[in-house]
């Protein structure tokens, strides 16, 4: 409490990273634009204004948590698990009290808002990995440190799988693959992993992936496989980002995107909608961002005096990095089309907070260990 009490009773602006607030935030205004011409076509502003609802609560988390000392987080296991065990009963819960979704139970249904737990079981994953890792950064060689650390990936992975949500379970894996990477694992046992990540996509590939997982594979190997059906989004996305040109058709005069052409324009495909109305300078102006947002996350982890803000602060930006290229991926036609959201950009108000609360840590983990 008097931690808070002294921390607002100073300039808290004074306390915010804006090197890497700043470029979060222009990327959700971009976001937020093509929302807004996405929208136009049928008048309804709803989602935009829901996105700029959950901007403005973000921001507010950011600018509390960072004004706050949260270092009392890495000593505190007993509060790391609490979190990670909280991750894992929202995650259960969908199962039972979630109503499906075009197949999917990803959400809570509080009123005219809907709630996915998964970012920010993702986050409780990071903050647990980071301070298993940090506290056994010499048992790392050992495979059961690797088994125990698998763990503690593999239970949220298995709950959102019975979602079934592939795209985002997948995103779990990533993480802790990431993480036990910059940890140092030995070479032998990246070997064995990779050996049974052979064995669980064969195993998938014929008791698991339902026969929509399978054409989308399918027509990531072969474009012209079903075009009017599994292929027909990834098809449309590259067209939308080819009609764009130089400076793009402008607000609200995308054919794909204003005309149904291009599915989930505001999510999935987000990045196609602004190459399509705002061109080839809105995309480069899109990666500059990110670009700058990741150099600050990296100059964070180099003067990180503590291993648990450097793996923290690498576990995020392993996280952002994997969803950026995925999301890119799906649209440009070179990976599968999974549901993943490009963060701080796409309408996704549960996904937006999550981001803008692992930015909010890490600053704060950052201001206070200098």
């Known amino acids: 409490m008097r931690n808070i009490q002294s921390a607002f009773g100073r300039n808290i602006f004074k306390t915010i990273n804006w090197k890497l607030l700043l470029p979060a935030i222009l990327l959700s205004l971009l976001g937020m634009l093509s929302i807004y011409s996405s929208s136009l076509n049928r008048g309804d502003f709803l989602n935009l204004k829901k996105q700029a609802l959950f901007l403005f609560l973000s921001l507010l988390i950011v600018i509390f948590l960072s004004a706050m ?92 799988l019975g979602q079934p949500d592939l795209g985002s379970s997948l995103s779990l894996v990533c993480i802790w693959l990431g993480m036990l990477l910059f940890s140092g694992i030995k070479i032998k046992h990246l070997l064995v992993i990779f050996l049974l990540f052979a064995v669980c996509f064969v195993l998938a590939w014929n008791f698991y992936f339902k026969d929509y997982h399978k054409q989308r594979i399918m027509a990531l190997l072969n474009p012209h496989f079903d075009e009017k059906g599994i292929a027909w989004s990834t098809n449309q996305s590259k067209i939308a980002i080819g009609n764009g040109g130089w400076w793009g058709k402008g607000i609200g005069r995308g054919t794909q995107t204003q005309y149904g052409f291009l599915s989930e324009p505001k999510t999935d495909f987000i990045f196609s909608a602004i190459a399509e109305e705002f061109g080839f300078f809105a995309v480069l102006t899109l990666f500059v961002l990110f670009i700058i947002l990741l150099w600050q996350i990296l100059c964070v982890i180099k003067g990180a005096q503590n291993n648990f803000l450097r793996l923290f602060a690498f576990g995020f930006a392993f996280l952002l990095v994997s969803q950026i290229a995925v999301n890119i991926g799906m649209c440009l036609g070179i990976l599968p089309v999974i549901g993943i959201p490009l963060p701080f950009v796409s309408y996704s108000g549960s996904s937006i907070t999550a981001f803008y609360l692992g930015l909010a840590i890490l600053m704060s983990l950052q201001k206070k260990s200098e």
């Open 69 to 160: 000392d949260l270092r009392f987080l890495k000593n505190n296991s007993y509060l790391i698990f609490t979190l990670y065990c909280l991750s894992l009963i929202s995650l259960l819960g969908l199962l039972f009290l979630s109503q499906a979704h075009r197949g999917t139970k990803g959400w809570y249904n509080i009123g005219p808002v809907s709630f996915d737990p998964e970012p920010f079981a993702a986050l409780a994953l990071i903050i647990v990995l980071s301070k298993y890792f940090a506290s056994r950064h010499i048992e790392i060689h050992s495979f059961k440190a690797v088994i125990v650390s698998g763990i503690y990936a593999f239970l949220p992975f298995l709950l959102v």
